[in-house]
């Protein structure tokens, strides 16, 4: 459905020999993708990727037509493929939603804070960059050698929540993926004793904005991949990315070593995660046991 939709748009626009604007260019492309490699590789992975954020969205019902969705862009490969995939599609005609993207400049070390508005301004995405210290927050609130995520998450998450609502948007757009569900699960099964993960559309706590995972089906490798060819301006993170020995950084060598021994492992586990049934496993809360019953006239 989606390669009969992609064509079908594309050769729309070539009919119709549109001039450059909102967003488009004589090359009948988004300007994200003016200068992307022309190899059938490329193109095979950029169509894969697209084809799953699509799925997605559709399958968990993300789309409401005419409304506003902030993307949160922190400057690492994900974020920057999620931004892309989505202008993307909303070129094609396919998400019918205004987008917004928007960085958090958390005051870390040595942040480059022209780099994400220079590239925003260059393909003329519309944008909010907004600051706030949370970094001095995080830092001085815990211990030094204390693992700075959790923290650091909720501050970031607390402020983005903030600024969706401000801006009149009514979903905040992430870029997790399959591999931060698949160590998440497994965070929650090994350390927290429960089965839970990331859901691809959550509601938040106080009920009145959405968050979005349209990449929860794609590889990180795939994702890795796509932004090493649209040579995305990678910013690194100098606050949790340099603390070594994280639990999650554990869990996610313990998942590709299993990748590595049986390939195709992470497929079939996030798999299951959609194929869940309650009457195997032994939660009471999740699955009524004690109204099974024997069929009349059944043997003992």
Same mark, same amino acid.
């Given at each position: 459905?989606?390669?009969?939709?992609?064509?079908?748009?594309?050769?729309?626009?070539?009919?119709?020999?549109?001039? @450059?604007? *909102?967003?488009?260019?004589?090359e009948?492309?988004?300007?994200?993708?003016? &200068?992307? @490699?022309?190899?059938?590789?490329?193109? +095979?992975? !950029?169509?894969?990727?697209?084809?799953?954020?699509?799925?997605t969205?559709?399958? #968990?019902?993300?789309?409401?037509?005419?409304?506003?969705?902030?993307?949160?862009?922190s400057?690492?490969?994900?974020? $920057?493929?999620?931004?892309?995939?989505l202008?993307?599609?909303?070129?094609?005609?396919?998400?019918?939603?205004?987008?917004?993207?928007?960085n958090?400049?958390q005051?870390? @070390?040595? #942040?480059?804070?022209?780099?994400? @508005? /220079?590239?925003?301004?260059? $393909? *003329?995405?519309?944008?909010?960059?907004? $600051?706030?210290?949370?970094y001095?927050?995080?830092? =001085?609130?815990?211990?030094?050698?204390?693992?700075?995520?959790?923290?650091?998450?909720?501050l970031?998450?607390?402020?983005? $929540?903030?600024i969706?609502r401000?801006?009149?948007?009514?979903?905040?757009?992430?870029?997790?993926?399959r591999?931060?569900?698949?160590?998440?699960f497994?965070?929650?099964?090994?350390?927290?004793? !429960?089965?839970?993960?990331?859901?691809?559309?959550?509601?938040?706590?106080?009920?009145?904005?959405?968050?979005?995972?349209?990449?929860? /089906?794609?590889?990180?490798? &795939?994702l890795?991949?796509?932004? /090493?060819?649209?040579q #995305?301006?990678?910013?690194?993170?100098?606050?949790?990315?340099?603390?070594?020995?994280?639990?999650?950084?554990?869990?996610?060598?313990?998942?590709?070593?299993?990748?590595?021994?049986?390939?195709?492992?992470k497929?079939?586990?996030?798999?299951?995660?959609?194929n869940?049934?309650?009457?195997?496993l032994?939660?009471?809360?999740?699955? =009524?046991?004690?109204?099974l019953?024997? +069929?009349?006239?059944?043997?003992?």
């Amino acid at each position: 459905m989606l390669d009969a939709q992609e064509a079908k748009a594309s050769d729309d626009e070539t009919a119709a020999a549109r001039l @450059p604007e *909102g967003g488009e260019t004589a090359e009948g492309a988004h300007p994200l993708f003016r &200068d992307v @490699p022309s190899s059938v590789g490329f193109k +095979k992975l !950029r169509k894969r990727l697209l084809r799953e954020v699509r799925e997605t969205v559709e399958r #968990f019902a993300m789309v409401r037509p005419g409304a506003r969705w902030l993307v949160a862009i922190s400057g690492g490969k994900d974020s $920057y493929a999620l931004l892309a995939l989505l202008h993307d599609l909303k070129w094609r005609g396919l998400l019918p939603v205004d987008l917004l993207a928007c960085n958090l400049d958390q005051g870390q @070390p040595n #942040f480059p804070k022209h780099v994400l @508005p /220079q590239w925003l301004a260059r $393909y *003329g995405i519309a944008n909010r960059i907004e $600051y706030r210290d949370t970094y001095s927050i995080v830092t =001085d609130t815990l211990p030094e050698g204390a693992t700075y995520c959790s923290l650091c998450s909720r501050l970031r998450r607390g402020n983005l $929540y903030r600024i969706a609502r401000e801006e009149g948007c009514e979903a905040l757009v992430l870029g997790h993926h399959r591999d931060d569900c698949l160590e998440t699960f497994f965070m929650n099964l090994l350390h927290g004793g !429960r089965l839970s993960a990331m859901p691809a559309k959550l509601l938040n706590d106080e009920g009145d904005l959405f968050v979005l995972r349209p990449l929860i /089906q794609s590889a990180e490798s &795939d994702l890795e991949r796509f932004s /090493q060819a649209m040579q #995305f301006p990678i910013i690194p993170c100098d606050l949790c990315g340099s603390q070594d020995g994280l639990q999650r950084n554990l869990t996610k060598q313990m998942l590709d070593e299993i990748e590595t021994r049986y390939p195709g492992r992470k497929a079939v586990m996030m798999r299951a995660l959609s194929n869940v049934r309650p009457g195997h496993l032994v939660d009471p809360a999740a699955f =009524d046991f004690a109204g099974l019953s024997i +069929k009349p006239g059944s043997d003992a």
